[in-house]
């Protein structure tokens, strides 16, 4: 339906989209599946709040990729925190350090002889500058009103629609508020109403922590103009350089034929009886990419934002919203996901008390729950609309599938949310952190959070989301090649543990425990390659994968060098994060070789032959460079303990229980060790993950839950499960022990967005996994947790789509399908059955629960 007019001046009906059916939904329909998983009324998907937010992990995210917001949700005053992708301090930097060859020659001669410690406290002189930081935008703050009694509250952010909805009622007025931030048209949109006439007042201002200044324009437009530090804080510069600029606009839209606005103090808006008002909220700022100073950049944000703004304007906020659905429902609505004790599951008491002081929760986090327990009680009846902080306290005790279900489809939600075509990547945080000195800069980390931030995007059908970090790899490249130059003396591109808005790629500051891994870009690449296997889109493998990948393998060649022991070798080489004890009894992180690294160079070095050899560049001199470096590379080796050795010498491990699993890389999301290829690896990796424990931070457990599930243990996977949802009290947070937030965030502690994503990445591999030739449907379902269950719109190498169907803890049904355009051959694999198949693009393939193929048929 059409509507004139602009914002707010809905007439009539909503005007709504009809969409088609995801296809992976219509094919399920075809096989005459029960229908739509993703309905709304069939499956609620919603983290809901029964009070407003008294913490940041309180607070409800919305986000089209650039822009964020943080409901808060408040009564008597509201709080929408904002950010915008490129607000960071700082510009362009120089990542090269002409000091460093020396250092780097001093440190392998010390290496080399054995002197751990001596070559450790060497490398700090091979650390470069800290990042830049991470900025709020700021606030959109509004206020209703004081000791306002209501009753009714409820906060409830929708993944099937991408909308936070606050409703309440004060006397006989019920009272609304959604918000959204849409993609189509770069807007954050709020509408507040009553049920009856001109009852909406309230007053409207917008502040920000940086430096800036505020001006109002026809008493309906709020102008917040300003710029970030041109340098890290507390960096004390002298020069003082520009930072980049930002301008922010909020505009009001009022109904009501008695509605009246006027200013306050030349910086808010004050807004009576109207019968409801939409606000957008449209920003930009002047950064113009990585390589460019903020001094120097052309872009003029208020244009920028007063143009962003025109067009949101001249729609309705139903046109804003139906727009908003359809762009966000594409992506969301590829993958459904149910999962169901079964009819013969008797579910336990639901007791909120002991639940919440069982296990490792201490008092304090008891206490918390509690507290927020109680808001619940007397305001929620339906338990099908619980409160989520409740349901995360009595996970424990009924273990309820569809909370499982609700994180999994949250973290994929928050990817939609912070990462599309056009934007920077998610940073460790996303797009949402409410400091200006937030926790490690909220920057990218690839020594595995930011890895892990995409580490669903291509299993969980969401491979559109992943384009930032592909342009963003190529900015690395650029400013990579230089660091590898000048520190190195080495071709190609590096990048380290850290990074920024400005592809930094020169090692960090301080300790070379973290500081000295140039790993990071390598790691990376891999991403690249693994886009190719999953979509075989040739034209992105030529274009952009294979530039960078080959860029990624030769400065690795020139990095690996022919040491005294019988392997090629990397020196200085450091496992991250994590300390050994030397020969001499003295801690020390710098060695050689250590496991990680030669599992990430086995990675990049298979993806540029395999690349290669579907390109037709086999006889380039890198190609060939490789196949003569790759028999040289030491082999994984199993420690005294029957563990995977994380260093090349079976050192002592100070700190047996550490965060980091990097030694499995070669299981997952490496590609080099696996059941069926190198079972006596596999065994030793088991040992390792029961070494090193279940417990630590969030994105810790992610992995170690894909871990578990590449070893096709079900059991220690879904335990795995049970230690990420545990409520984490914001008050009293234990740096390292993981969990969740009442709004779903997941904790190292503090807040860390990686484990919102590796959670569904590692569920979608206790599901299915895949290589390029073999397919393995249901590896590790914990068929007594979850005996029913469907899975529909999953992702497998070979450009293949896979819906599952089981029951009684076993297969029912599996659809397969692909439309990449090229035929798939491969091998079925269920349980101890083998089927060798053939699949034709464009067509879809039936399979039962024994492998064979039941019918085909067009998509």
């Given amino acids: 339906m059409d509507s004139d007019g602009d914002c707010g001046s809905d007439t009539g009906a909503e005007w709504v989209w009809v969409r088609r059916p995801a296809e992976a939904e219509s094919v399920a329909a075809a096989a005459g599946w029960p229908a739509a998983a993703g309905d709304e009324e069939a499956q609620p998907l919603k983290v ?29 005053s509201e709080r929408l925190q904002l950010n915008h992708d490129t607000l960071w301090t700082g510009g362009p930097g120089n990542y090269t350090n002409p000091k460093a060859p020396a250092v ?98 309230f007053s409207v201002s917008l502040t920000t922590p940086l430096d800036h200044k505020i001006r109002i324009t026809d008493a309906n437009e709020i102008i917040m103009e300003g710029s970030c530090p041109g340098e890290r804080p507390h960096n004390n510069a002298s020069d003082h350089p520009i930072g980049i600029k930002f301008c922010a606009i909020l505009y009001l839209q009022t109904n009501g034929a008695n509605s009246r606005v006027e200013v306050l103090k030349d910086k808010m808006l004050k807004l009576d009886g109207a019968d409801s008002v939409v606000l957008l909220l449209a920003a930009a700022t002047s950064f113009e990419g990585p390589f460019v100073k903020p001094s120097e950049s052309k872009l003029d944000p208020m244009v920028s934002a007063f143009t962003i703004l025109s067009v949101a304007r001249s729609l309705s906020y139903s046109q804003l919203k139906a727009y908003h659905m359809d762009d966000y429902q594409s992506l969301f609505q590829h993958v459904s996901l149910q999962l169901s004790r079964g009819s013969n599951y008797q579910l336990g008491e639901n007791r909120l008390g ?96 930011l890895q892990m931030n995409y580490w669903p995007a291509l299993s969980c059908n969401l491979s559109e989301c992943q384009e930032p970090l592909f342009d963003f790899i190529g ?18 591109w590096v990048s380290h543990q850290v990074t920024d808005l400005w592809a930094k790629t020169s090692p960090d500051a301080g300790d070379p425990v973290w500081a000295l891994w140039p790993m990071g870009g390598p790691w990376l690449a891999t991403h690249l390659w693994e886009h190719y296997s999953f979509t075989l889109d040739k034209q992105f493998l030529e274009k952009t994968a294979y530039p960078l990948l080959e860029g990624s393998a030769s400065f690795l060649l020139d ?69 003569k470096a790759l028999p040289n590379l030491p082999p994984v080796k199993v420690a005294r303990d029957g563990t995977i050795m994380e260093w090349a010498q079976d050192f002592q491990d100070p700190e047996v229980h ?12 490496g590609h080099t060790m696996s059941l069926e290829q190198t079972p006596d690896l596999c065994k030793a990796v088991a040992n390792s993950l029961y070494k090193r424990g279940d417990e630590g931070p969030g994105w810790s457990t992610s992995w170690k839950m894909a ?33 969740l937030y009442s709004n779903l965030f997941t904790a190292h502690p503090p807040f860390q967005i990686d484990a919102n994503f590796g959670f569904p990445a590692a569920l979608s591999e206790m599901l299915v996994q895949s290589t390029g030739t073999d397919l393995y449907i249901l590896p590790a379902l914990p068929r007594n947790k979850w005996s029913h269950g469907c899975v529909k719109g999953l992702k497998a190498r070979g450009g293949v789509t896979v819906n599952i169907s089981w029951k009684e803890g076993s297969l029912h049904e599996a659809l397969l399908w692909s439309s990449s355009g090229q035929d798939s051959i491969a091998r079925l694999h269920y349980e101890n059955q083998t089927a060798t198949i053939s699949l034709s693009s464009g067509q879809v393939y039936r399979f039962s629960r024994d492998l064979k193929c039941l019918k085909t048929w067009p998509l």
């Fill in 354 to 449: 002991q639940s919440a002081e069982a296990g490792s929760q201490d008092a304090t986090v008891s206490d918390y729950a509690f507290r927020i327990a109680d808001c619940t009680r007397s305001a929620v009846l339906d338990d099908s609309v619980k409160p989520t902080v409740d349901r995360i306290i009595s996970f424990k005790d009924n273990e309820d599938p569809s909370l499982v279900e609700l994180l999994f489809q949250f973290g994929r939600y928050l990817l939609i949310s912070c990462s599309r075509p056009g934007t920077q990547i998610s940073n460790l945080q996303g797009i949402w952190s409410n400091d200006p000195s937030p926790p490690w800069d909220a920057a990218p980390h690839p020594n595995i959070n």
């Fill in 658 to 669: 550490h965060r980091h699993v990097s030694h499995l890389f070669g299981l997952y999301p």
């Fill in 559 to 627: 990095w690996l060098i022919e040491g005294h022991r019988e392997y090629l070798e990397t020196n200085p080489s450091t496992s991250p994060e994590h300390y050994f004890i030397a020969p001499d009894g003295k801690k020390a992180c710098v060695s050689y070789s250590t496991t990680m690294d030669m599992s990430i160079i086995r990675e990049v070095f298979s993806a540029v032959v395999l690349s290669a050899d579907i390109l037709g560049k086999s006889d380039t001199n890198v190609v060939q460079r490789i196949k």
């Fill in 475 to 492: 900015s690395l490249s650029v400013n990579g090649s230089k660091t590898a130059k000048v520190n190195y003396e080495a071709g190609g």
């Fill in 104 to 201: 780097l020659s001093k440190v392998r001669s010390l290496v080399d002889n054995g002197k751990y410690p001596e070559a450790t406290a060497s490398a700090y002189d091979l650390s470069g500058d800290h990042t830049q930081v991470y900025q709020p935008l700021g606030d959109i703050d509004l206020i209703f009103g004081k000791h306002i009694k209501h009753t009714n509250y409820k906060r409830e952010l929708d993944l099937h629609t991408a909308t936070v909805n606050v409703t309440y009622t004060v006397g006989d007025i019920v009272y609304s508020r959604e918000h959204f931030s849409s993609n189509p048209h770069q807007v954050i949109a709020t509408k507040i109403s009553a049920n009856k006439p001109g009852n909406v007042s």
């Fill in 48 to 76: 809901v709040f029964a009070s407003p937010a008294r913490y940041f992990t309180d607070a409800a995210p919305i986000g089209n990729g650039r822009l964020g917001a943080m409901v808060w949700g408040g009564l008597e």
């Fill in 707 to 739: 871990l578990w599930a590449h070893l096709q243990n079900s059991d220690h996977a879904y335990k795995m499960i049970l230690q990420l949802i545990t409520l984490v009290d914001p008050e009293h947070e234990v740096s390292g022990e993981g969990g």
